[in-house]
């Protein structure tokens, strides 16, 4: 009898989840550990008094990408998910009271941009045509490839790219050449926020955000996020993986050139073949693999932002709050500085408040809400005090001034049934995040491509990592395209073929 190959997968992120059923719907036998007591890492859930939030991500992009995913497994994503088109996408709130809808309706984009700006619809054109061009050349040259080597990563095919995608330029200055009012720039950069980027620093490639949005769409799946994550989960159990929940790996035993095993706090030990590692990657160097230099340069590297989230059941609703909305702080610059590199809450902090309930009435209880606010602000930092009760009670106030003063909301504090706070020491405590930072290592153009740490030890060759701080990086489908990756990469090195030759996608370069 021929030995079926055996694959442990270390926590059930979303990229764990579509390894594990990757890998099983090849041929392996897998088992997924999970720290904590459900699936879904970052992109959990909460479930309090009928109230239902969506823990981390509540914009579902890319569905091509997902389709995909379900498609490798055998499944269709429409028998699984009840998708959503959400347009407007956002509505955008600017302190000095202008409001902004953004939406895939062009007429209504004219409307609102040339009472703006006389030119930025035309600015606003070319811009979504730069962000499609950059979206579809990312996809194609970077994101949906492994990179073996850095001359196949800068070889003479790639460099016009570095150029022709504006790599090199920064977004937030880049977007002059298509609007002059700072507002308008904010409006078309704060997306950056996604990725853990300030816009004064992400290269100006990101405008493929701002097209995704508004031509691919912001979807949102009936029933919440979480439903990806549970029919994900449901899928990879019909392929027959195993979850174990409340047991976090606590080391990773190596031996020379391989692991092999990794034994949980309770002391149970498991041994396979191969071993993929989806809990945070530089915490997985720090805490779980032998000490070596390169668990230090780890540190080293830049990092995302953190948040401050508040989950919040509500006795009424109140309907001027759309799906997504954005209020952006006064000093736009200011803010990124303060969370980027002071590493604290900004003075005029912006944030962010999804109500799902107005897709998604089952969201919450008959005639009351459920709101979560996002206050982005900077990681853990070592090396200074960070008061961050003072910090979560300044990010409070703020939320409920603007909501009074721009949208007449002065009652909210006394509906609010209860209060649930993330900050960054939840984000580390409870996911195992290296500084509490959110989207994990940043993406500057120095920790992107072949330059991001690799989805394979360098030492260890059956350990591999999948997940936002791995190669292509962070966001859901970014994620469900590193699972992809990786699987392709653990079959290439074991010479097997992948059971679906998954069509549109960009074969695995040559080793
Ligand atoms: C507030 C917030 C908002 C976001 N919004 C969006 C959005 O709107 N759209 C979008 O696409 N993306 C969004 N993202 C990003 C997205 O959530 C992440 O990129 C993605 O969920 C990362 O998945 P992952 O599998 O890499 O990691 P994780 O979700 O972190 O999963 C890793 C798993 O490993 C487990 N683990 C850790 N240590 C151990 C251990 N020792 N043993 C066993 N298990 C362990 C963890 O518990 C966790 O379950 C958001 C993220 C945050 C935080």
Redesign the pocket.
């Known amino acids: 009898m021929t030995h079926r190959p055996t694959a442990v997968v ?8 579509a390894s594990a059923a990757r890998l099983a719907r090849n041929g392996f036998n897998v088992t997924v ?4 007591e459900k ?6 859930q909460i479930v309090r008094d009928g109230h239902r939030f969506d ?7 890319m569905p091509e990408v997902w389709e995909e995913t379900y498609a490798a497994l055998g499944e269709r994503m429409s028998d699984h998910l009840d998708l959503k088109r959400i347009d407007p996408t956002y509505k955008v709130h600017f302190e000095d009271g202008l409001q902004l809808q953004l939406t895939s309706n062009l007429g209504d984009m004219q409307e609102q941009l040339e009472r703006v700006e006389k030119t930025a619809f035309t600015g606003f054109l070319n811009y979504i045509a730069e962000g499609s061009k950059h979206y579809k050349l990312s996809l194609e040259k970077f994101v949906g490839r492994n990179f073996f080597s850095i001359f196949e990563y800068l070889s003479l095919g790639n460099l016009p790219l570095i150029f022709q995608l504006k790599a090199l330029a920064k977004h937030y200055a880049h977007t002059s050449r298509f609007f002059k009012d700072e507002r308008l720039k904010a409006a078309f950069t704060f997306q950056n926020m ?1 990725l853990g980027l300030s816009p004064y620093d992400a290269p100006a490639t990101y405008s493929l955000l701002q097209y995704t949005e508004l031509a691919e769409g912001v979807w949102y799946p009936m029933g919440g ?1 979480y439903r990806a994550i549970e029919t994900l989960t449901a899928v990879a159990e019909k392929l027959g993986v195993k979850f174990i929940y409340n ?4 080391e990773i035993r190596v031996a020379d050139s391989r692991v092999e095993s990794v034994v ?1 706090t309770d002391g149970r030990e498991f041994i396979a073949d191969t071993f993929v590692g ?3 990657l530089p ?1 997985i160097y720090k ?2 693999l032998p000490k070596n230099a390169e668990s230090a340069r780890l540190q080293k590297k830049l990092y995302t932002c953190s ?1 401050i ?1 508040f989950y919040w059941g509500v006795d009424r609703q109140y309907p001027q709050i759309a799906h997504h909305n954005v209020f952006l702080g006064g000093d736009y610059k200011a803010s990124f500085d303060q969370i980027f590199k002071d590493h604290k809450l900004p003075e005029e902090p912006s944030f962010y408040i999804h109500a799902p309930a107005r897709t998604d009435p089952a969201a919450a209880p008959a005639g009351q809400d459920t709101l979560y606010v ?1 206050v982005p602000v900077g990681h853990l930092d070592d090396g200074q005090e960070q008061d961050w009760d003072a910090m979560v009670g300044a990010a409070r106030s703020t939320v409920f001034n603007r909501l009074a003063s721009e949208m007449g909301i002065t009652d909210l504090e006394s509906h609010i049934k209860f209060e649930i706070v993330y900050q960054p020491e939840t ?1 580390k405590e ?4 290296e500084k509490g930072a ?3 290592l940043s993406h500057n153009f120095w920790q992107v491509g072949y330059l991001r740490p690799k989805n394979r030890h360098s030492q260890y060759k059956n350990l591999y990592f ?4 791995t190669h292509p990086g ?6 469900l395209l ?1 699972a992809r990756l990786t699987t392709e990469r653990i079959l290439k090195e074991m010479g097997t073929i992948p059971v679906q030759d998954m069509a549109n996608t960009i074969s695995v370069a040559s080793a």
């Open positions: 270390i926590g059930a992120g979303i990229g764990g989840i550990l999970e720290k904590n699936p879904g890492g970052r992109a959990n823990v981390g991500p509540t914009l579902f992009l996604y996020m047991s976090p790996v606590r949980t989806n809990a945070d915490y805490e779980l948040t989230m996002l984000w409870r996911f195992n995040l959110a989207f994990g999948t997940g936002a701080s962070t966001g859901l489908p970014i994620v590193s």
